[in-house]
Protein backbone atom coordinates (compact mmCIF):
# COMPACT_ATOMS: atom_id res chain seq x y z
CA UNK A 1 0.00 0.00 0.00
CA UNK A 2 1.04 3.52 -1.52
CA UNK A 3 1.71 5.88 1.73
CA UNK A 4 1.25 9.59 1.75
CA UNK A 5 3.10 11.14 -0.68
CA UNK A 6 4.16 15.03 -0.39
CA UNK A 7 6.27 17.41 -2.45
CA UNK A 8 8.49 18.97 -2.35
CA UNK A 9 10.86 17.66 0.09
CA UNK A 10 12.62 20.83 0.53
CA UNK A 11 11.60 24.56 -0.32
CA UNK A 12 13.82 28.14 0.75
CA UNK A 13 12.02 30.71 0.18
CA UNK A 14 12.39 34.66 0.79
CA UNK A 15 10.31 36.32 3.32
CA UNK A 16 7.19 37.77 1.57
CA UNK A 17 6.98 35.32 -1.35
CA UNK A 18 3.92 32.92 -1.75
CA UNK A 19 4.69 29.04 -1.74
CA UNK A 20 2.65 25.92 -1.79
CA UNK A 21 2.63 22.33 -0.78
CA UNK A 22 0.95 19.23 -2.37
CA UNK A 23 -0.10 16.24 -0.72
CA UNK A 24 -1.92 13.08 -1.93
CA UNK A 25 -3.20 11.14 1.20
CA UNK A 26 -3.53 7.03 1.13
CA UNK A 27 -6.38 5.83 -1.05
CA UNK A 28 -9.88 5.98 0.10
CA UNK A 29 -8.78 7.65 3.50
CA UNK A 30 -11.59 10.40 4.12
CA UNK A 31 -9.79 12.44 6.65
CA UNK A 32 -6.65 14.20 5.89
CA UNK A 33 -4.43 16.66 8.13
CA UNK A 34 -1.88 19.39 7.85
CA UNK A 35 0.30 19.71 10.82
CA UNK A 36 3.19 22.21 11.29
CA UNK A 37 6.10 21.18 12.83
CA UNK A 38 8.70 23.84 14.05
CA UNK A 39 12.53 22.44 15.37
CA UNK A 40 12.36 20.68 18.80
CA UNK A 41 8.13 20.82 19.12
CA UNK A 42 5.56 18.13 18.48
CA UNK A 43 3.11 18.70 15.16
CA UNK A 44 1.01 21.47 15.48
CA UNK A 45 -2.91 20.83 13.59
CA UNK A 46 -3.68 23.50 11.21
CA UNK A 47 -6.26 22.32 9.49
CA UNK A 48 -8.41 18.94 9.14
CA UNK A 49 -10.43 17.88 5.87
CA UNK A 50 -13.66 14.93 6.10
CA UNK A 51 -13.71 14.31 2.16
CA UNK A 52 -13.56 18.23 0.94
CA UNK A 53 -15.40 19.74 3.51
CA UNK A 54 -13.56 21.55 6.27
CA UNK A 55 -13.61 19.89 10.04
CA UNK A 56 -10.89 22.13 11.88
CA UNK A 57 -9.50 25.06 10.52
CA UNK A 58 -9.15 27.28 13.93
CA UNK A 59 -5.65 27.09 14.22
CA UNK A 60 -4.66 28.10 10.70
CA UNK A 61 -3.59 31.62 10.36
CA UNK A 62 -6.26 32.50 7.56
CA UNK A 63 -4.38 35.76 6.88
CA UNK A 64 -1.89 33.62 5.05
CA UNK A 65 -2.76 29.94 4.92
CA UNK A 66 -5.13 28.61 2.97
CA UNK A 67 -5.95 24.83 2.01
CA UNK A 68 -7.78 23.12 -0.17
CA UNK A 69 -9.09 19.43 -1.53
CA UNK A 70 -11.11 20.49 -4.19
CA UNK A 71 -11.98 16.69 -5.27
CA UNK A 72 -12.01 15.26 -1.73
CA UNK A 73 -8.82 13.45 -3.11
CA UNK A 74 -5.32 15.55 -3.11
CA UNK A 75 -5.09 18.60 -0.86
CA UNK A 76 -2.17 21.88 -1.36
CA UNK A 77 -1.75 24.30 1.70
CA UNK A 78 -0.56 27.99 0.43
CA UNK A 79 1.46 30.82 2.31
CA UNK A 80 1.16 33.78 0.95
CA UNK A 81 3.41 36.07 1.98
CA UNK A 82 5.64 33.72 3.81
CA UNK A 83 7.11 34.83 7.18
CA UNK A 84 10.33 34.26 8.79
CA UNK A 85 8.45 32.10 11.57
CA UNK A 86 6.65 30.14 9.12
CA UNK A 87 10.17 28.33 8.93
CA UNK A 88 9.47 24.22 9.69
CA UNK A 89 8.27 21.02 7.86
CA UNK A 90 4.66 20.66 6.80
CA UNK A 91 3.65 17.46 7.80
CA UNK A 92 0.23 15.92 5.60
CA UNK A 93 -1.51 13.26 7.17
CA UNK A 94 -4.12 10.89 5.71
CA UNK A 95 -6.70 8.45 8.10
CA UNK A 96 -10.10 6.72 7.21
CA UNK A 97 -11.84 8.42 9.32
CA UNK A 98 -11.62 10.86 12.78
CA UNK A 99 -10.79 8.51 15.43
CA UNK A 100 -8.12 6.12 13.62
CA UNK A 101 -4.72 5.85 12.98
CA UNK A 102 -3.31 8.63 11.31
CA UNK A 103 -0.06 7.76 8.62
CA UNK A 104 1.64 11.12 7.85
CA UNK A 105 3.70 11.83 4.96
CA UNK A 106 7.61 12.64 5.12
CA UNK A 107 6.30 16.49 5.08
CA UNK A 108 8.04 19.62 3.32
CA UNK A 109 10.78 21.48 5.38
CA UNK A 110 9.84 25.28 4.18
CA UNK A 111 13.04 27.67 5.02
CA UNK A 112 11.84 31.10 4.51
CA UNK A 113 15.03 33.53 4.71
CA UNK B 1 -6.71 24.72 25.84
CA UNK B 2 -6.24 21.22 26.92
CA UNK B 3 -3.35 19.68 26.12
CA UNK B 4 -1.17 16.85 25.78
CA UNK B 5 2.25 16.97 27.61
CA UNK B 6 5.28 14.81 28.39
CA UNK B 7 7.01 13.93 31.73
CA UNK B 8 10.63 13.90 30.40
CA UNK B 9 12.37 15.39 27.31
CA UNK B 10 14.76 13.33 26.71
CA UNK B 11 15.33 9.56 27.97
CA UNK B 12 19.00 7.73 27.68
CA UNK B 13 19.33 3.73 28.36
CA UNK B 14 21.62 1.45 27.72
CA UNK B 15 20.92 -1.14 24.57
CA UNK B 16 19.18 -4.03 25.59
CA UNK B 17 17.83 -2.53 28.73
CA UNK B 18 13.99 -1.61 28.68
CA UNK B 19 12.66 2.14 28.08
CA UNK B 20 9.47 3.38 29.98
CA UNK B 21 8.49 6.94 27.89
CA UNK B 22 5.41 8.66 29.99
CA UNK B 23 2.88 11.20 28.89
CA UNK B 24 0.04 13.14 30.68
CA UNK B 25 -2.81 14.09 29.12
CA UNK B 26 -5.67 16.55 30.43
CA UNK B 27 -8.56 16.20 28.33
CA UNK B 28 -10.76 13.84 30.34
CA UNK B 29 -13.04 12.83 27.14
CA UNK B 30 -10.05 11.59 25.11
CA UNK B 31 -11.12 7.93 24.23
CA UNK B 32 -8.06 7.24 21.75
CA UNK B 33 -4.72 7.36 22.57
CA UNK B 34 -1.30 7.07 19.68
CA UNK B 35 2.03 6.30 20.26
CA UNK B 36 4.13 7.55 17.18
CA UNK B 37 7.90 7.29 16.64
CA UNK B 38 10.01 9.71 14.57
CA UNK B 39 13.27 9.81 13.13
CA UNK B 40 15.20 12.96 11.96
CA UNK B 41 13.87 13.63 8.26
CA UNK B 42 10.47 11.81 8.72
CA UNK B 43 7.43 11.95 9.29
CA UNK B 44 5.92 10.41 12.65
CA UNK B 45 5.47 6.48 12.18
CA UNK B 46 2.71 4.62 14.24
CA UNK B 47 3.89 2.47 17.01
CA UNK B 48 0.92 1.70 18.91
CA UNK B 49 -2.57 2.59 19.86
CA UNK B 50 -4.96 2.26 22.56
CA UNK B 51 -8.19 3.30 23.12
CA UNK B 52 -10.53 4.37 26.84
CA UNK B 53 -12.12 1.14 27.34
CA UNK B 54 -8.73 -0.47 27.02
CA UNK B 55 -6.25 -0.09 30.15
CA UNK B 56 -3.34 -2.18 28.65
CA UNK B 57 -2.49 -3.45 24.80
CA UNK B 58 0.80 -5.14 24.07
CA UNK B 59 2.71 -4.86 20.26
CA UNK B 60 6.09 -6.11 19.06
CA UNK B 61 8.12 -5.01 21.87
CA UNK B 62 6.09 -2.11 22.63
CA UNK B 63 3.76 -2.02 25.49
CA UNK B 64 1.36 1.18 26.37
CA UNK B 65 -0.68 1.27 29.40
CA UNK B 66 -3.58 3.37 30.15
CA UNK B 67 -4.54 4.55 33.59
CA UNK B 68 -7.61 6.74 32.79
CA UNK B 69 -8.06 8.17 36.94
CA UNK B 70 -4.77 10.05 36.78
CA UNK B 71 -4.66 10.62 32.72
CA UNK B 72 -1.43 9.34 32.06
CA UNK B 73 -0.14 6.94 29.12
CA UNK B 74 3.18 5.06 29.00
CA UNK B 75 4.86 3.49 26.65
CA UNK B 76 7.07 0.77 27.76
CA UNK B 77 9.76 -0.77 25.24
CA UNK B 78 11.52 -4.11 25.83
CA UNK B 79 15.24 -4.70 25.10
CA UNK B 80 15.89 -1.16 23.48
CA UNK B 81 18.19 -1.44 20.38
CA UNK B 82 20.29 1.19 18.92
CA UNK B 83 17.34 1.88 16.27
CA UNK B 84 14.67 2.73 18.36
CA UNK B 85 16.47 5.90 19.40
CA UNK B 86 14.02 8.60 17.65
CA UNK B 87 11.84 11.24 19.42
CA UNK B 88 8.41 9.40 21.06
CA UNK B 89 4.92 11.35 20.76
CA UNK B 90 2.12 10.58 22.09
CA UNK B 91 -1.15 11.88 20.62
CA UNK B 92 -5.11 11.88 21.80
CA UNK B 93 -8.00 12.89 20.34
CA UNK B 94 -11.56 12.32 21.15
CA UNK B 95 -14.98 11.43 18.42
CA UNK B 96 -13.83 13.01 14.96
CA UNK B 97 -11.34 15.99 16.63
CA UNK B 98 -8.04 15.97 15.36
CA UNK B 99 -4.83 14.30 16.88
CA UNK B 100 -3.34 16.69 19.89
CA UNK B 101 0.57 15.86 20.22
CA UNK B 102 2.77 16.47 23.16
CA UNK B 103 6.28 17.69 22.59
CA UNK B 104 8.14 14.92 22.66
CA UNK B 105 10.36 12.32 24.24
CA UNK B 106 14.23 12.01 22.85
CA UNK B 107 15.23 8.47 23.23
CA UNK B 108 18.65 7.88 23.11
CA UNK B 109 20.12 4.55 23.28
CA UNK B 110 23.85 3.55 24.28
CA UNK B 111 25.34 0.87 22.87
Known amino acids: EAGVAQSPRYKIIEKRQSVAFWCNPISGHATLYWYQQILGQGPKLLIQ????????DSQLPKDRFSAERLKGVDSTLKIQPAKLEDSAVYLC???????????FGQGTRLTVV | GESVGLHLPTLSVQEGDNSIINCAYSNSASDYFIWYKQESGKGPQFIID?????DKRQGQRVTVLLNKTVKHLSLQIAATQPGDSAVYFCAENSGNTPLVFGKGTRLSVIA
Open chain 1, 93 to 103: ASSEQGNTEAF
Open chain 1, 49 to 56: FQNNGVVD
Open chain 2, 50 to 54: IRSNM
